[in-house]
């Protein structure tokens, strides 16, 4: 991209009204005046300019990889077969509960509605039917959100009401984290996969060529490439996906198995969940409710902890830098962990639990 715009020397309207009068008056000799036709004309020119200007000032920013934006930037990446990926919803289990033992088969619909009372308006959903059979007082089922997004994500211990609860039914709770629920790839996210893959071009058989591939399908969210992991002429992917298809895996190595070198033996794997869990203690400006701003800071770790890619290490100063950017933190501790939390090859960190208290 050049160092300076093309059209860099944008003017306002006024400015290019004022320079056609001006030179309007220095070649004619003439005075204008505000009820003439000759400023009516100039004035109606003047707005056509400033409106062209700014189209061609846009057009600009479109029609490089490292300024477009929107559908334009997806054309961009689409001529290095990069497509941006979709939202996707969270996927875990629901457990339902009753006081005292079945005296009969009692039946857990499917799409059997329950929410949260932190998230009222996101919706998670019973995907088969099950039964919390005679003499049992619980029954762990299936079940994903009806929204998309990062949002969609929940604790254990936090989804306990029921929009449409089953007859007899008494209480629902997730005993597990609610995972997988992604937004759709931001403009940011994808022009650095698109500059990317400038930077590392993709040759058939080099690393990138394999990242690129893994990562055009829906459901995963990063890649580590280990070459020759187990040999010489070996190639292991470590993949984090959403795991909302159980034959993703089988779908990348089936494509990667018809396009691959000759003699590569291929291995594809999901990456190992390191769980953890993050202490923190925040001095915060005491004109601002300390529940809002911990609400805040709680936010900012999921998206950071979200973003983390396979064998991306937690490291702290990076966390920090953004909790900094929250309004109204003066100062923090991490107490849990204490220091940088690195990982193997294979393995990915997750976010478990959140304790945030005051320093």
């Not at 941006?84 to 499917?110: Q, V």
């Amino acid at each position: 991209m050049p160092d300076k715009n093309i059209f860099s020397s944008t003017k306002l309207f006024k400015q290019i009204f004022s320079e056609m009068v001006l030179e309007y008056q220095k070649l004619s000799g003439l005075s204008i005046f505000k009820t003439s036709d000759v400023y009516i004309k100039l004035k109606t020119l003047a707005s056509q300019i400033f409106s062209l200007q700014t189209k061609l000032n846009w057009l600009e920013k479109q029609v490089f990889a490292q300024t477009a934006t929107g559908i334009f930037l997806d054309y961009h990446a689409q001529t290095r077969g990069l497509f941006r990926k979709k939202a996707s919803y969270s996927i875990g289990s629901l457990t339902f509960k009753i006081s005292s033992p079945a005296k009969e088969d009692i039946l857990i619909p499917a799409k059997t509605l329950c929410f949260s009372p932190l998230a009222p308006n996101i919706k998670f959903s019973t995907t088969t039917e099950a039964i919390i059979k005679k003499g049992e007082t619980e029954v762990s089922v299936d079940a994903k959100s009806l929204n998309f997004g990062l949002e969609t994500n929940l604790s254990s211990q936090t989804i306990s009401s029921m929009c449409n609860p089953p007859e007899f039914v008494e209480s629902v709770i997730n005993n597990n984290n609610f995972e997988g629920g992604c937004d759709e790839e931001s403009d940011e996210n994808l022009r650095l996969r698109l500059l990317s893959s400038f930077k590392n071009i993709s040759n058939g058989c080099n690393s990138s060529y394999y990242h690129n591939i893994a990562m055009n399908h829906d459901g995963v969210l990063s890649v580590n490439v280990l070459p020759r992991n187990r040999g010489r002429g070996t190639v292991d992917l470590i993949l984090a996906t959403t795991k909302q298809d159980p034959d993703l895996l089988n779908k990348i190595k089936s494509e990667l198995e018809s396009q691959k070198e000759i003699n590569v033996d291929i291995n594809i794997s999901e990456a190992k969940i390191k769980k953890t869990n993050i202490e923190i203690s925040i001095e915060t400006d005491k004109s601002i409710l300390f529940k809002t701003i911990s609400q805040q800071t709680e936010e900012t770790i999921k998206n950071f902890v979200s973003k983390l890619k396979v064998y991306e290490p937690l490291k702290l100063a990076a966390l920090g830098s953004e909790i900094f950017k929250i309004q109204g933190i003066k100062n923090y501790k991490f107490i849990n962990p204490s220091k940088d939390l690195f990982i193997n090859k294979d393995e990915i960190i997750n976010l478990d639990k959140i304790k945030i208290s005051q320093l």
